[in-house]
């Protein structure tokens, strides 16, 4: 049985100074950090995925309330929504609950073994809790798409 390479599903955690991005492998089964980006860094990366024909679809970390409620962040994350789809209309996007992913990045890093000061890094949590997003939506996912 032969397994055919697929497009990549990439996931961002949307913050107001730098948004951190991961990517899956072509099979779907883990995610690994691609870095943090300001605005025009993350227009760059996606459109040389989009060139490549590497991008199979994009999540984007949906901030909640713990009672599942919207909240002022959630507005800026619609309007960078939609932002994202008139720089790239082709883009697929979909939106996963992000609660907790930051702190679950953190524990990620500490868990990992990096030291205070490498945990501490500008960029280093947000690409973590990116590939957090990422993990969890790829235990849930359907895989045959």
Not at 94 to 101: A, K, L, M, Q
Request: net charge neutral.
């Amino acid at each position: 049985m032969s397994l055919t390479p697929k497009k990549r599903v990439v996931a961002i955690d949307f913050g107001t100074k730098r948004i951190g991005v991961a990517q899956s492998d072509p099979l779907w089964l883990f995610a690994q950090p691609v870095g943090t980006f300001d605005r025009s860094g993350l227009s760059k990366t996606l459109d040389t995925m989009i060139k490549a024909d590497d991008l199979a679809l994009l999540i984007v970390g949906y901030p909640l309330s713990d009672s599942g409620a919207q909240n002022a962040m959630t507005g800026v994350i619609d309007r960078f929504i939609e932002e994202l789809l008139v720089e790239f209309p082709q883009l697929k996007i979909e939106t996963v609950d992000e609660h907790h992913s930051s702190r679950d990045a953190r524990h990620l890093l500490i868990a990992s073994g990096k030291s205070r000061r490498e945990r501490q890094q500008k960029g280093r949590l947000d690409s973590a809790a990116a590939c957090v997003l990422l993990s969890e939506y790829l235990e849930h996912c359907d895989r045959s798409r």
